[in-house]
């Protein structure tokens, strides 16, 4: 019996088996590319990691309209984010179409050079909000992690991970971080007629039940709310105006055609059964390409 031999046997089986083993172990995600602005949180083999957006969306404050206050909100709030001052977790909610996601993504193109970062997580990818947190933690940036439409029903696993990252934990987010989110539900949860049979009268006051306590409790977690409202009528004309300037449509030349332009807008908005800044920039970009294809063939 050589035992020397035997050693450089079970070494050799061992080399073996970690061979094997790392042939069908998933490849470690790559690093960032912190020489982005905006990212997306993915995930590979159950195992996130950070995807630099090589072209953000960019848009300009100014290319939004009818929703002044809001923008002031935002801005300030975002502006004491990025100086390194207290600054709020913020849900914009309301109306669909009113700008609240394109308002996040004006943030990010107004303030990246002063750095600013953006991170885009998907619903169901919020369990991993100490994982995102942990890496960019120590970092010089300033980062929005951001959930788009955000509604939940009861019982998802993300409902927690948000009402936890949001209260802070023993390992809180860094102060580089804030939660951005947008949602048409104020409270982010289903509400169900049944749950108004929990509400308590006692004397002249109103108690909700339980079931809306715990609802309202997560939307209350965010320390600012910007509410978004359906746009009028002159508000939808004037975000058609504004998109039609961005995609370089000159003003109409004569009254008549300024009329046929507003006749059209007006029906474009009718067939999709919404006046919103989304509508008026769909509007204006099949009204500036038709523009634009016309001038080109001459028809």
């Known amino acids: 019996m050589n035992p020397l031999a035997d050693v450089h046997k ?16 998933p490849p ?35 290319d939004l309209v009818a929703i002044d206050e809001q923008k002031r909100a935002i801005d300030l709030n975002t502006r004491q984010f990025i100086a390194g001052l207290p600054a709020n977790n913020v849900l914009l909610t309301g109306s669909r179409g009113t700008g609240k996601s394109s308002l996040v993504k004006a943030m990010l193109a ?51 991970a948000l009402k936890v990252m949001l209260d802070g934990t023993v390992a809180a987010a860094g102060s580089n971080v804030l939660i951005y989110a947008t949602s048409n539900r104020r409270h982010l949860l289903p509400e169900y007629m049944s749950e108004n049979l929990e509400t308590k009268h006692l004397g002249d006051e109103v108690h909700p039940g339980e079931s809306v306590e715990e609802k ?13 409202y359906p746009f009028s009528q002159d508000d939808y004309l004037a975000a ?6 961005s995609f370089g449509v000159v003003h109409a030349k004569s009254a008549r055609e300024a009329e046929s332009r507003k006749r059209d807008a007006l029906q474009f908005a009718l067939q999709r059964g919404s006046r919103s800044g989304r509508v008026a920039w769909q509007f204006a970009k099949s009204h500036a390409g038709a523009a634009a294809l016309k001038k080109k063939t001459g028809g």
């Open 10 to 25: 079970l070494l050799a089986r061992a080399e073996s088996v970690l061979e094997r083993l790392e042939a069908v172990l």
């Open 216 to 228: 309202i409790s997560l939307s209350e977690r965010f320390g600012l709310w910007i509410s978004f």
């Open 110 to 160: 107004k303030y990246a050079a002063k750095g600013l970062r953006l991170i885009e997580v998907d619903k169901g990818d919020l369990i991993d909000l100490p994982d995102i947190a942990e890496q960019v933690a120590g970092r010089r940036e300033r980062y929005i992690v951001f959930c788009d439409d955000l509604t939940f029903d009861a019982g998802e696993p993300g409902y927690k």
């Open 240 to 245: 058609v105006a504004s998109w039609l300037e």
């Open 28 to 62: 470690a995600p790559p690093a960032p590319d912190w020489r982005a602005t905006a990212f997306r949180w993915r995930k590979r083999a159950g195992r996130g990691h950070l995807q630099a957006v090589l072209h953000p969306h960019a848009i300009r404050t100014d």
